[in-house]
């Protein structure tokens, strides 16, 4: 017996992307704030050299490259498939590929089963500090993957 789908008016429009907004917005601030801060301090130090100065510099660029990084993960979902961004892939499915969409309790993110047999970490739908909107994201996802999708799960 199979779930019953989801009324087309919940489904959310195409395209959506779907991103850990708060996350996102923490390394943001953290990036930012600490780029500031090592490079007031190279420039407020009297007695720094040039080289010192530019060390300064160049560490806060790169933990802020970092964070930037880490920011970077989101899942989009478009009329042709999905397309998951982590921290340094990027994949292109179309909605036959993904056949179930799962967050269990204590998964650090989603994991898309897909039609091959794996599993691919969708690293831009994560519970950490916004569990409810990334139970609704993956909900939004999974509804949209059973509309979409072409596979016949009940054949299995």
């Avoid at 789908?5 to 601030?29: C, K, N, Q």
């Avoid at 160049?58 to 042709?80: C, D, H, I, N, S």
């Amino acid at each position: 017996m199979s779930a019953p789908e989801a009324p087309l008016d919940s489904l959310p429009g195409l395209p959506v992307t779907f991103r850990p907004t708060r996350t996102r917005v923490v390394l943001y601030t953290v990036g930012i704030a600490q780029l500031a801060a090592l490079t007031a301090v190279a420039l407020a130090l009297p007695k720094l050299t040039g080289g010192e100065r530019t060390s300064f510099i160049l560490t806060g660029a790169l933990v802020m490259a970092v964070l930037l990084l880490l920011a970077r993960p989101k899942v989009v979902a478009a009329q042709e498939g999905v397309t998951v961004v982590n921290l340094t892939t990027r994949r292109e499915l179309a909605w036959a590929q993904v056949v179930r969409v799962n967050l269990r309790a204590g998964d650090p993110w989603v994991h898309l089963d897909l039609a091959d047999g794996t599993s691919l970490p969708a690293m831009g739908i994560q519970p950490g500090i916004a569990r409810d909107q990334a139970i609704r994201d993956a909900r939004a996802l999974r509804d949209l993957v059973e509309h979409h999708g072409a596979v016949d799960h009940t054949a299995r």
